[in-house]
């Protein structure tokens, strides 16, 4: 049975701003960063966190958009939007693994660069968590708490699934339409034959559980905000 959408309080809309402003300072920190790398170097190395960044953002974007829906239109949307943002959802924690970049540069310390992919990997890894935590909100109230949290941990599996597929098969999210067959064969290969591939399954369940226990102390963190006021 489908719980009552209430009208978005006061407080939710306040809280959401600091969100947004908090993540927006973060992000403009890490362009800052890559900005004088580029500036110093004349090279641009990493430019290519720039578009993982992006990436990572379309998620947030689409549970943003669609929590500040009217409650009508919100119901009807959610689960063709969900099954969208589930395709960009893993682009935000893939910037994780852009750590496979770090290097030794004669013409940067590494202590920079490491703070670099850091601060990407950072807002990658909130944008995942806020992302997820508004569509699991929006799952509870429309479908009850347990299927949210089934729906979390769902999600947080396959987004790992998809860094896996992402770093070590070079899909994108993309590929589901323009490559639907061969990604398709792809994971059909590791399903019927997971011994012949353990590092499919040791990436995305490590992956899993490490998301998941961010995941679970970030909530816990805000629940006890929340008790402390």
Avoid: K
């Amino acid at each position: 049975m489908s719980v009552p959408v209430p009208l978005l309080s006061f407080d939710y809309m306040r809280q959401r701003l600091g969100l947004l402003l908090l993540l927006g300072a973060s992000i403009v920190l890490s362009l800052a960063l890559l900005a004088f790398r580029i500036y110093l170097t004349q090279r641009i190395t990493y430019i290519f966190l720039l578009w993982n960044l992006f990436l990572a953002v379309v998620p947030f974007g689409m549970s943003t958009m669609l929590g500040l829906a009217a409650g009508p239109v919100r119901r009807r949307l959610l689960l063709p939007v969900t099954a969208v943002w589930l395709l960009f959802f893993p682009n935000a924690p893939y910037i994780l693994t852009d750590f496979f970049h770090l290097h030794t540069w004669p013409d940067m310390p590494v202590w920079y660069d490491l703070t670099l992919i850091l601060s990407f990997a950072w807002n990658g890894l909130m944008l995942a968590f806020c992302s997820l935590q508004e569509m699991q909100r929006l799952f509870t109230r429309a479908f009850g708490r347990a299927w949210g949290w089934i729906f979390a941990v769902g999600a947080l599996l396959l987004g790992s699934l998809g860094v896996y597929v992402g770093r070590f098969l070079r899909y994108n999210s993309w590929n589901v339409v323009s490559q639907p067959l061969a990604l398709a064969q792809d994971l059909a290969e590791r399903l019927l034959h997971p011994f012949a591939h353990p590092r499919t399954y040791g990436v995305t369940l490590l992956l899993t559980a490490f998301l998941l226990l961010g995941y679970l102390t970030v909530r816990q963190m805000g629940h006890f905000a929340r008790e402390t006021r």
